[in-house]
Protein backbone atom coordinates (compact mmCIF):
# COMPACT_ATOMS: atom_id res chain seq x y z
CA UNK A 1 0.00 0.00 0.00
CA UNK A 2 2.36 2.16 0.72
CA UNK A 3 3.98 1.12 -2.70
CA UNK A 4 0.90 2.50 -4.42
CA UNK A 5 0.00 5.65 -2.57
CA UNK A 6 3.78 6.56 -3.50
CA UNK A 7 3.07 5.81 -6.69
CA UNK A 8 -0.17 7.63 -6.90
CA UNK A 9 1.60 10.99 -5.29
CA UNK A 10 4.63 10.45 -7.96
CA UNK A 11 2.00 10.32 -11.15
CA UNK A 12 0.08 13.24 -9.38
CA UNK A 13 2.89 15.46 -8.83
CA UNK A 14 4.05 14.58 -13.03
CA UNK A 15 0.38 16.13 -13.50
CA UNK A 16 1.10 19.60 -11.69
CA UNK A 17 4.55 19.49 -13.33
CA UNK A 18 3.06 18.97 -17.02
CA UNK A 19 0.27 20.99 -16.07
CA UNK A 20 2.65 23.54 -15.19
CA UNK A 21 4.73 23.52 -17.70
CA UNK A 22 1.67 23.83 -20.19
CA UNK A 23 0.48 26.86 -18.77
CA UNK A 24 4.07 28.46 -18.85
CA UNK A 25 4.21 27.91 -23.21
CA UNK A 26 0.94 29.17 -22.97
CA UNK A 27 2.00 32.31 -21.28
CA UNK A 28 5.11 32.83 -23.16
CA UNK A 29 3.26 32.09 -26.76
CA UNK A 30 1.08 34.88 -25.59
CA UNK A 31 3.58 37.39 -24.74
CA UNK A 32 5.24 36.92 -27.59
CA UNK A 33 2.23 37.61 -29.69
CA UNK A 34 2.31 41.01 -28.15
CA UNK A 35 5.92 42.14 -29.25
CA UNK A 36 5.66 45.24 -31.89
CA UNK A 37 7.62 45.17 -35.01
CA UNK A 38 10.64 48.00 -35.04
CA UNK A 39 9.70 51.25 -36.68
CA UNK A 40 12.65 53.38 -38.22
CA UNK A 41 10.91 56.52 -36.83
CA UNK A 42 10.40 55.40 -33.28
CA UNK A 43 12.61 56.41 -30.41
CA UNK A 44 11.83 53.49 -28.56
CA UNK A 45 9.84 50.39 -28.66
CA UNK A 46 8.03 48.92 -25.50
CA UNK A 47 8.04 45.45 -25.30
CA UNK A 48 5.40 43.62 -22.27
CA UNK A 49 6.70 40.26 -20.75
CA UNK A 50 5.41 38.74 -17.95
CA UNK A 51 3.68 41.92 -17.04
CA UNK A 52 7.13 43.45 -17.19
CA UNK A 53 8.60 46.21 -19.86
CA UNK A 54 11.85 46.96 -21.31
CA UNK A 55 13.06 50.25 -23.36
CA UNK A 56 14.96 49.59 -26.60
CA UNK A 57 17.46 52.92 -27.35
CA UNK A 58 16.98 54.20 -31.00
CA UNK A 59 20.55 54.30 -31.75
CA UNK A 60 20.51 50.29 -31.09
CA UNK A 61 17.71 49.36 -33.64
CA UNK A 62 19.30 51.94 -36.70
CA UNK A 63 22.60 49.96 -36.11
CA UNK A 64 20.81 46.29 -36.15
CA UNK A 65 19.42 47.73 -39.50
CA UNK A 66 22.78 48.42 -40.77
CA UNK A 67 23.64 45.49 -40.00
CA UNK A 68 20.81 44.01 -42.41
CA UNK A 69 22.03 46.03 -45.19
CA UNK A 70 20.69 49.67 -45.42
CA UNK A 71 23.30 51.20 -47.45
CA UNK A 72 25.19 54.17 -45.62
CA UNK A 73 25.60 58.05 -46.64
CA UNK A 74 27.93 58.52 -50.13
CA UNK A 75 30.82 60.80 -49.43
CA UNK A 76 30.39 64.52 -50.61
CA UNK A 77 32.28 65.34 -53.74
CA UNK A 78 34.54 68.16 -54.31
CA UNK A 79 33.64 71.22 -56.35
CA UNK A 80 35.31 71.89 -59.77
CA UNK A 81 37.04 74.95 -58.63
CA UNK A 82 38.56 72.67 -55.65
CA UNK A 83 39.70 69.99 -58.35
CA UNK A 84 41.35 72.97 -60.70
CA UNK A 85 39.07 72.59 -63.30
CA UNK A 86 37.37 75.65 -64.68
CA UNK A 87 34.87 76.20 -67.83
CA UNK A 88 35.17 79.60 -70.54
CA UNK A 89 32.75 80.30 -72.97
CA UNK A 90 33.19 82.11 -75.71
CA UNK A 91 36.29 84.50 -76.65
CA UNK A 92 36.75 86.43 -73.30
CA UNK A 93 36.33 90.47 -73.78
CA UNK A 94 35.22 89.99 -77.89
CA UNK A 95 31.50 91.69 -78.08
CA UNK A 96 29.68 88.96 -79.92
CA UNK A 97 27.55 90.61 -82.99
CA UNK A 98 25.98 88.87 -85.66
CA UNK A 99 23.25 88.94 -88.85
CA UNK A 100 19.82 87.15 -88.91
CA UNK A 101 21.06 84.40 -90.89
CA UNK A 102 24.42 84.34 -89.82
CA UNK A 103 25.89 80.93 -88.39
CA UNK A 104 27.70 81.61 -85.85
CA UNK A 105 30.84 79.31 -83.96
CA UNK A 106 30.65 79.23 -80.55
CA UNK A 107 33.32 77.78 -78.76
CA UNK A 108 33.53 76.65 -74.76
CA UNK A 109 36.07 74.90 -72.99
CA UNK A 110 37.44 72.69 -70.28
CA UNK A 111 40.81 72.80 -68.82
CA UNK A 112 42.56 71.38 -65.93
CA UNK A 113 45.84 70.38 -64.84
CA UNK A 114 46.71 67.25 -66.11
CA UNK A 115 48.77 65.63 -63.70
CA UNK A 116 48.81 62.33 -65.28
CA UNK A 117 45.55 62.17 -65.13
CA UNK A 118 42.88 62.25 -67.71
CA UNK A 119 39.58 63.48 -67.60
CA UNK A 120 35.59 62.38 -68.99
CA UNK A 121 33.61 65.37 -69.68
CA UNK A 122 29.97 65.12 -71.12
CA UNK A 123 27.56 67.71 -72.44
CA UNK A 124 24.36 67.61 -70.79
CA UNK A 125 22.36 70.56 -73.01
CA UNK A 126 22.05 72.13 -75.81
CA UNK A 127 22.65 75.92 -77.37
CA UNK A 128 18.84 76.18 -78.03
CA UNK A 129 17.24 79.29 -77.47
CA UNK A 130 15.23 82.37 -78.06
CA UNK A 131 16.13 83.36 -81.44
CA UNK A 132 19.05 80.23 -81.48
CA UNK A 133 19.31 77.24 -82.98
CA UNK A 134 22.00 75.02 -82.56
CA UNK A 135 22.83 73.03 -85.69
CA UNK A 136 25.85 70.90 -84.35
CA UNK A 137 28.97 70.85 -81.85
CA UNK A 138 32.27 69.30 -81.92
CA UNK A 139 35.09 68.84 -79.60
CA UNK A 140 38.58 69.22 -79.82
CA UNK A 141 41.65 68.21 -77.27
CA UNK A 142 44.86 69.57 -76.76
CA UNK A 143 47.67 70.39 -73.76
CA UNK A 144 49.68 73.65 -73.13
CA UNK A 145 51.85 74.47 -70.60
CA UNK A 146 51.17 77.73 -68.21
CA UNK A 147 53.15 78.54 -65.37
CA UNK A 148 55.19 75.06 -65.50
CA UNK A 149 52.24 73.35 -64.88
CA UNK A 150 51.19 71.05 -67.91
CA UNK A 151 47.06 72.01 -68.73
CA UNK A 152 44.40 70.53 -70.57
CA UNK A 153 41.65 71.22 -72.52
CA UNK A 154 38.49 70.01 -74.55
CA UNK A 155 36.84 72.92 -76.54
CA UNK A 156 33.44 71.76 -77.38
CA UNK A 157 32.59 73.73 -80.71
CA UNK A 158 28.87 74.58 -80.96
CA UNK A 159 27.74 75.74 -84.13
CA UNK A 160 24.35 78.17 -84.41
CA UNK A 161 22.31 79.53 -86.74
CA UNK A 162 20.61 83.60 -85.71
CA UNK A 163 16.94 83.48 -86.28
CA UNK A 164 15.66 86.44 -84.67
CA UNK A 165 16.78 89.97 -84.37
CA UNK A 166 17.39 91.84 -80.90
CA UNK A 167 19.43 91.07 -77.99
CA UNK A 168 19.96 87.29 -77.61
CA UNK A 169 21.35 85.21 -75.18
CA UNK A 170 23.52 82.36 -75.60
CA UNK A 171 22.09 80.29 -72.67
CA UNK A 172 24.54 78.41 -69.89
CA UNK A 173 26.11 75.34 -71.07
CA UNK A 174 26.01 72.53 -68.46
CA UNK A 175 28.60 68.91 -68.84
CA UNK A 176 29.50 66.21 -66.56
CA UNK A 177 32.90 64.48 -65.58
CA UNK A 178 31.51 60.57 -63.97
CA UNK A 179 33.76 59.72 -60.98
CA UNK A 180 34.18 56.36 -59.74
CA UNK A 181 32.43 56.44 -56.80
CA UNK A 182 29.33 56.46 -59.62
CA UNK A 183 29.02 60.30 -58.97
CA UNK A 184 28.97 63.23 -61.27
CA UNK A 185 31.10 66.50 -60.96
CA UNK A 186 28.21 69.29 -62.61
CA UNK A 187 29.84 71.60 -64.57
CA UNK A 188 28.24 75.26 -66.16
CA UNK A 189 29.53 77.53 -68.34
CA UNK A 190 28.01 81.39 -67.87
CA UNK A 191 25.45 82.92 -70.19
CA UNK A 192 26.82 84.78 -73.33
CA UNK A 193 24.81 87.80 -74.58
CA UNK A 194 25.16 88.36 -78.45
CA UNK A 195 23.55 91.19 -80.58
CA UNK A 196 21.91 90.02 -83.79
CA UNK A 197 21.07 92.69 -86.30
CA UNK A 198 18.40 92.36 -89.74
CA UNK A 199 20.41 91.95 -92.48
CA UNK A 200 21.67 95.28 -94.48
CA UNK A 201 19.46 95.71 -97.48
CA UNK A 202 20.80 97.81 -100.32
CA UNK A 203 18.36 97.79 -102.54
CA UNK A 204 16.32 100.89 -100.70
CA UNK A 205 19.72 102.96 -101.08
CA UNK A 206 20.20 102.13 -104.79
CA UNK A 207 17.05 102.71 -105.75
CA UNK A 208 17.20 106.01 -103.62
CA UNK A 209 20.53 106.75 -105.54
CA UNK A 210 19.40 106.35 -108.63
CA UNK A 211 16.29 108.28 -108.04
CA UNK A 212 18.56 111.04 -106.74
CA UNK A 213 20.43 111.00 -109.64
CA UNK A 214 17.55 111.26 -112.24
CA UNK A 215 16.37 113.87 -109.84
CA UNK A 216 19.77 115.98 -110.62
CA UNK A 217 20.11 114.78 -114.02
CA UNK A 218 16.65 116.06 -114.58
CA UNK A 219 17.30 119.47 -112.90
CA UNK A 220 20.83 119.82 -114.63
CA UNK A 221 18.55 119.50 -117.80
CA UNK A 222 16.44 122.09 -116.74
CA UNK A 223 18.67 124.16 -115.76
CA UNK A 224 20.18 123.79 -119.35
CA UNK A 225 17.43 124.74 -120.79
CA UNK A 226 16.66 127.66 -119.19
CA UNK A 227 19.45 128.82 -119.57
CA UNK A 228 19.19 128.28 -123.06
CA UNK A 229 16.26 129.59 -122.97
CA UNK A 230 17.73 132.55 -121.53
CA UNK A 231 20.58 133.19 -123.69
CA UNK A 232 17.78 132.75 -126.46
CA UNK A 233 15.61 135.54 -124.89
CA UNK A 234 18.82 137.63 -124.43
CA UNK A 235 20.02 137.32 -127.95
CA UNK A 236 16.56 137.93 -129.27
CA UNK A 237 16.78 140.97 -127.19
CA UNK A 238 19.55 141.96 -128.24
CA UNK A 239 18.89 141.38 -132.01
CA UNK A 240 14.99 143.04 -131.64
CA UNK A 241 17.34 146.11 -129.59
CA UNK A 242 20.34 146.32 -132.82
CA UNK A 243 17.35 145.85 -135.08
CA UNK A 244 15.12 148.87 -133.55
CA UNK A 245 18.35 151.13 -133.74
CA UNK A 246 18.93 150.63 -137.17
CA UNK A 247 14.96 151.37 -137.63
CA UNK A 248 15.12 155.06 -135.64
CA UNK A 249 17.84 155.95 -137.32
CA UNK A 250 16.30 154.94 -140.84
CA UNK A 251 13.38 157.14 -139.81
CA UNK A 252 15.09 159.88 -138.95
CA UNK A 253 16.79 159.86 -142.22
CA UNK A 254 13.94 159.51 -144.52
CA UNK A 255 12.98 163.47 -144.83
CA UNK A 256 16.67 163.45 -146.46
CA UNK A 257 18.25 160.65 -147.71
CA UNK A 258 17.56 159.43 -150.87
CA UNK A 259 14.56 157.35 -151.65
CA UNK A 260 15.84 154.88 -153.10
CA UNK A 261 18.80 154.58 -151.57
CA UNK A 262 17.01 154.67 -148.04
CA UNK A 263 14.52 151.51 -149.22
CA UNK A 264 17.07 149.61 -150.38
CA UNK A 265 18.92 150.08 -147.30
CA UNK A 266 15.13 148.98 -145.51
CA UNK A 267 15.40 145.64 -148.01
CA UNK A 268 18.67 145.14 -146.08
CA UNK A 269 17.19 145.32 -142.36
CA UNK A 270 14.32 143.22 -143.59
CA UNK A 271 16.94 140.95 -144.76
CA UNK A 272 18.71 140.72 -141.62
CA UNK A 273 15.31 140.61 -140.05
CA UNK A 274 14.43 136.91 -142.22
CA UNK A 275 17.86 135.44 -141.90
CA UNK A 276 17.48 135.38 -138.05
CA UNK A 277 14.20 133.88 -138.35
CA UNK A 278 14.39 131.94 -141.02
CA UNK A 279 18.47 131.86 -141.86
CA UNK A 280 19.33 128.41 -139.98
CA UNK A 281 16.52 126.20 -141.82
CA UNK A 282 16.82 127.68 -144.96
CA UNK A 283 20.51 126.71 -144.76
CA UNK A 284 21.39 130.40 -145.82
CA UNK A 285 25.03 131.85 -145.44
CA UNK A 286 24.35 135.11 -144.90
CA UNK A 287 21.42 138.30 -144.30
CA UNK A 288 22.87 139.23 -148.03
CA UNK A 289 22.01 135.90 -149.77
CA UNK A 290 18.24 135.40 -147.68
CA UNK A 291 15.62 135.89 -151.02
CA UNK A 292 12.73 137.32 -149.68
CA UNK A 293 10.24 136.72 -152.99
CA UNK A 294 10.69 133.28 -151.92
CA UNK A 295 10.10 133.26 -148.53
CA UNK A 296 6.88 134.97 -149.39
CA UNK A 297 6.24 132.52 -151.74
CA UNK A 298 6.13 129.62 -149.59
CA UNK A 299 3.84 131.79 -147.26
CA UNK A 300 6.83 132.54 -145.06
CA UNK A 301 6.35 135.82 -144.81
CA UNK A 302 2.82 136.70 -144.15
CA UNK A 303 1.80 139.89 -145.81
CA UNK A 304 5.21 140.91 -146.87
CA UNK A 305 4.23 141.23 -150.70
CA UNK A 306 3.53 145.51 -150.61
CA UNK A 307 6.86 145.21 -149.05
CA UNK A 308 9.07 143.38 -151.27
CA UNK A 309 6.98 145.33 -154.43
CA UNK A 310 8.33 148.97 -152.59
CA UNK A 311 11.86 147.26 -152.61
CA UNK A 312 11.66 146.19 -156.79
CA UNK A 313 10.46 149.19 -157.61
CA UNK A 314 13.41 150.88 -156.31
CA UNK A 315 15.92 148.42 -157.34
CA UNK A 316 14.86 148.40 -161.19
CA UNK A 317 12.29 151.57 -161.39
CA UNK A 318 14.15 154.31 -159.77
CA UNK A 319 12.98 157.34 -158.75
CA UNK A 320 12.41 159.38 -156.74
CA UNK A 321 9.48 159.03 -153.67
CA UNK A 322 8.46 161.47 -151.41
CA UNK A 323 9.21 161.14 -147.67
CA UNK A 324 5.71 160.16 -146.46
CA UNK A 325 5.62 157.19 -148.34
CA UNK A 326 8.91 156.20 -147.51
CA UNK A 327 7.76 156.20 -143.91
CA UNK A 328 4.59 154.68 -144.34
CA UNK A 329 6.66 151.83 -145.87
CA UNK A 330 8.71 151.74 -142.49
CA UNK A 331 5.81 151.78 -140.46
CA UNK A 332 4.87 149.12 -142.41
CA UNK A 333 8.42 147.17 -142.23
CA UNK A 334 7.77 147.69 -138.10
CA UNK A 335 4.84 145.99 -138.02
CA UNK A 336 5.70 142.81 -140.22
CA UNK A 337 8.83 142.64 -138.37
CA UNK A 338 7.00 143.10 -134.81
CA UNK A 339 9.00 145.76 -134.04
CA UNK A 340 8.39 148.36 -131.08
CA UNK A 341 8.90 151.88 -131.57
CA UNK A 342 9.63 152.16 -127.81
CA UNK A 343 10.85 148.81 -125.55
Known amino acids: MNSKAAKAAKTKK ?10 EKTEKVGNAALVK ?22 GIVADSLNAQGTAPEMPEL ?22 VGDTI ?56 LA ?52 VVLAALWRMRKRSRERAKVAANNAFENNLREKMLVLKQRVMVADSREWLLELEGICKEYAFEKFGAAEGTASASAVNLDALVADDKLDG ?23 KETWKLAMTLMGVKEED
Open 14 to 23: SEKVAKATKV
Open 37 to 58: EPSADSAALVVPVNDSTAVLDA
Open 78 to 99: PTPEQLGISITAGTPGAALKAT
Open 105 to 160: YFPVTVSWSVNGSAILVVPTSTANAKGILQLGVSQESSRSVKDGKEMAQITFNYKL
Open 163 to 214: QDTGNLNIPAMRFEIPTPTGQSLDLRSDSVPVRVDAPFNALPFVAGGAVGVC
Open 304 to 326: WKPLLEEFAHARYGGGKRDSFEN
